[in-house]
């Protein structure tokens, strides 16, 4: 039976639609099958502001209010233009920390490990990143994987960081693994008709290898990477 009993998704203004619903919605269907199993998993859609929070293609989604104070066994925090944004403010900046400082789960997709990276958490640590922030990380003094894979779960940081939109599915069957164990894993993977594209890498801590284009990703970078990690 895992510890983790609380889940935490923090949404911002300009998420990004992909990056917080996929997870969000595949946590939610695992709690229902532990509900079953007569285990509970509490998974909560909130924001620290409360209230409608607009996605940043514009959906207006209704969250929870979290306060500063509270606490969960695992924090994820998804990316999206919203990210940089994130990355500048101080109460989320010292809700994440307060996580790690206690030991808890801090996960985070796409522009999200932007955030995680300037509330200084991942100071030391080896981690993976979307391909728009890969340059501008390692010349802030991150030490980012190169060659960059989809995802690293990393246990005795209790840190878990994915790259962009397409890995945020497959990434996440690879958290409940780790979290849950391979058998709830590969239920949820089997279900949701993931298992069959992504095969067995769904259940290992790092995933495959990132096929980048160097001049796409090069161009990507110049146009985008300090909006999604602007000046500190």
């Known amino acids: 039976m895992s510890n983790i009993k609380k889940v935490l998704f923090l949404a911002f ?53 979290v306060d500063p104070e509270d606490r969960y066994d695992l924090l994820y925090i998804p990316g999206g233009l919203g990210g940089g944004a994130a990355s500048r403010d101080p109460q989320t900046l010292d809700f994440i920390r307060a996580h790690h400082d206690e030991d808890r789960w801090v996960a985070a997709n796409c522009a999200g490990v932007g955030v995680l990276f300037r509330s200084g958490i991942l100071d030391g640590t080896r981690f993976q990143a979307a391909a728009v922030l890969g340059r501008r990380l390692r010349e802030l003094g991150a030490d980012v994987a190169q060659p960059r894979r989809a995802w690293s779960v990393l246990p005795d940081a209790k840190i878990f960081t994915a790259g962009g939109a397409a890995t945020v599915h497959p990434s996440t069957i690879a958290l409940v693994t780790h979290l849950f164990g391979e058998d709830r894993a590969r239920a949820l993977a089997g279900t949701w008709d993931t298992l069959p594209l992504h095969g067995d890498t ?31």
């Open 202 to 232: 769904l259940f290992h801590p790092e995933g495959p290898l990132s096929n980048d284009n160097p001049t796409f990703v090069n161009n990507l970078q110049n146009a985008m990477e300090k909006v999604f990690l602007p000046e500190n």
């Open 13 to 65: 203004p300009n998420v990004g639609e992909q990056d917080l619903f996929a997870p969000w919605e595949l946590f939610q269907a695992l709690a229902y099958d532990l509900s079953q199993q007569g285990e509970s998993l509490q998974v909560t859609l909130g924001s620290l502001q409360g209230g409608t929070v607009t996605t940043h293609m514009g959906a207006q989604i209704q969250t929870e209010k």
